[in-house]
């Protein structure tokens, strides 16, 4: 190489070596008789030394490199007179013999610092700029190493990396496909696989019991905060297995990286069925790095004349430990935060346990102090804790509680970003039920198995039926998911059409994998965890974004290479599309 040692290599006790470095400019600085140069690369940051009394002309030659310029510097390693303790080469510099700049920079539009003054939109368009930055790097140096992790696990655990194609046919997985004209087969088009669901599956008929694969997936979904048209899923799938070595075996890679790259023991991680969790919690992925359970009211509030509650489907509560004392104008915010209309409370009733043992509720009118004391006895609460209560229909408020909950934990500083607490939310039902389209989805995918003993209930009452699908929830955030496939292909097609495709259209869509079900599909299950969300909750980052080299931005464009992009005329003639509202194709 042309470098003897990289930017972040050399310390005291290097001292007396001839070393050449090479890098990019940080800064540089000027005091008097000395020109002071930070080096970098990805590894670290060097100082330059230049003595304006032994070698004016390096001096000068110094002083005139920008931010950003490429240069190689040789020099002797010598120990700083000054020294910077806050980085590992604090406490030598290089004391320069010879530069060469190796290439000019243009003055990069935003800072290259851990705090930039660069927008996220600047940062998008000149992302190689951003990409120097410690936390960009630093994320993508975990990314790479979860990914090795993830490897030597599963390998260890016998499973094979397999690649699957990307130009395939639609997966219904409840989103909008990529599409891709064939030139081949004008007014045809591929799909890029929103997961490789059921190539995983075909594996399994195959032979391939224990298949994994790192895979980008593709969807076309209106994008939010954490989402990306394209992302990236640790894939796999097994057969001959039942639930339980499932959830034991990706319990081991969740444990495996937690211990190999945050160097800490999870522990056991507990289960939770989806029912409990939308009791207790109001979502099917409750954070439990605390507990501040809901409890429902109704057979305690209710008929006591107070219209609110009586008319409620659902009257449930928290309490807030130590919370008693919050002034007017706090539960006043926690009133307006409930009824902003994503959260869609209409109030917000609260009841103060005083530190003398008396109560102080919005609904005091309504209510004697023996009731309110019932009230505070559900929850176990103490002098000085404040029970939060919503009211109104059931799975609405439930939503709206955990909103509440999740906002109180953040309050109480309960929601430490440096704690994890994994979960297995298990036994999710089979299907949803839409009202506006009036029909079943799979809350999954169509693949997932039904409980066996609830399989009589997908003639009588199909919502009712409990899958064997489970997720994998770390602090409130789904990290993974999955479940055990149907290999009947009578199942199959039961399914199909509950999920109301006609038996031409599941033939057209999935005969391919109906037809590999005739040929020896043993039991069989899987799971897919979104490894970018993955890397990002061990970062610490909040948005995905973060954690990927080249991500897209809120609408779905990349901002670097500016797509997407028109294609030219000539294009567009071979494959024979025609665009309808194209103002101005390109030439080709
Ligand atoms: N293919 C599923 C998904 O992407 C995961 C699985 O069931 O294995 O959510």
Not at 233 to 257: S, W, Y
Not at 331 to 357: M, W
Not at 440 to 464: C, N, R, V
Request: with cysteine.
């Amino acid at each position: 190489m042309l470098r003897t040692h990289t930017c972040g290599e050399l310390r005291l006790t290097d001292a007396g070596k001839t070393v050449t470095l090479t890098g990019w400019v940080q800064r540089s600085r000027d005091l008097g008789g000395m020109t002071f140069v930070d080096l970098r690369d990805r590894y670290g940051i060097t100082q330059l030394a230049f003595n304006m009394e032994t070698n004016a002309d390096l001096c000068l030659q110094a002083r005139k490199l920008g931010r950003e310029f490429v240069v190689l510097a040789t020099g002797k390693v010598i120990e700083r007179s000054s020294k910077n303790m806050k980085i590992p080469t604090g406490e030598i510099e290089v004391q320069v013999d010879k530069l060469q700049v190796l290439n000019s920079s243009k003055v990069p539009p935003f800072t290259i610092e851990d705090e930039t003054d660069g927008g996220e939109e600047l940062r998008m368009r000149y992302r190689y700029l951003d990409l120097r930055r410690n936390p960009l790097r630093k994320n993508l140096e975990l990314r790479h190493r979860m990914a090795i992790e993830t490897r030597n696990y599963l390998d260890g655990e016998g499973f094979l990396e397999i690649e699957t194609p990307y130009l395939i046919k639609s997966t219904p997985e409840g989103a909008r496909d990529f599409v891709v004209p064939s030139r081949v087969h004008n007014g045809k088009f591929y799909a890029l696989p929103q997961s490789p669901q059921t190539f995983k599956q075909i594996l399994m008929v195959a032979g391939y019991d224990r298949y994994y694969q790192i895979v980008r997936c593709f969807r076309d979904e209106d994008l939010r905060a954490d989402r990306q048209p394209e992302f990236t899923q640790i894939d796999c799938e097994m057969a001959f297995i039942t639930q339980e070595d499932i959830l034991n075996t990706f319990e081991g890679l969740v444990r495996h990286l937690f211990l190999k790259v945050k160097g800490f023991e999870t522990g056991m991680v507990p289960r939770m069925t989806f029912e409990n969790a939308m009791k207790f919690y109001g979502s099917d992925k409750p954070d439990i790095r605390f507990a501040m359970k809901f409890f429902e009211l109704n057979d305690v509030v209710k008929g006591k004349g107070f219209g609110v509650f009586d008319e409620a489907e659902l009257v449930v509560g928290i309490c807030a430990e130590g919370c008693a004392e919050y002034s007017r104008k706090q539960l006043d915010e926690l009133t307006e935060f409930v009824k902003k209309p994503q959260i869609g409370a209409k109030g917000l009733i609260y009841l103060q346990c005083k530190n003398d043992g008396t109560f102080k509720s919005s609904v005091d009118k309504f209510y004697t102090s023996e009731d309110l004391q019932k009230i505070a006895d559900c929850f176990n609460a103490k002098p000085n804790d404040l029970i939060l209560i919503l009211a109104g229909p059931a799975h609405k408020t439930r939503k709206a509680l955990n909103e509440l909950r999740l906002e109180m934990g953040s309050r109480l500083g309960l929601r430490d970003p440096n704690v994890f607490k994994p979960l297995w939310v298990i036994d999710f039902p089979l299907l949803e039920w839409d009202e506006e389209t009036r029909r079943f989805y799979a809350m999954h995918h169509p693949f997932t198995s039904p409980k066996p003993e609830d399989i009589p209930l997908l003639d009588s009452d199909p919502g009712k039926v409990r899958a064997n699908a489970y997720d994998l929830v770390i602090n409130g955030v789904e990290i993974g998911g999955g479940s055990i496939r149907i290999h009947s292909k009578e199942l199959q097609k039961k399914m199909f059409e509950l999920l109301g495709f006609s038996e031409e259209e599941a033939q057209n869509q999935f005969g391919f994998l109906m037809n590999a079900f005739e040929y020896g599909a043993p039991p069989h299950g899987g799971i897919a965890f979104g490894f970018d969300r993955f890397v990002a909750m061990f970062s610490g980052v909040d948005s995905i974004r973060e954690v990927i080299a080249f991500p897209k931005n809120n609408a779905a464009q990349d901002m670097m290479i500016d797509s997407p992009d028109l294609i030219s005329d000539a294009q567009l003639k071979e494959l024979g599309i025609e665009i309808s509202s194209q103002q101005s194709a390109v030439s080709s």
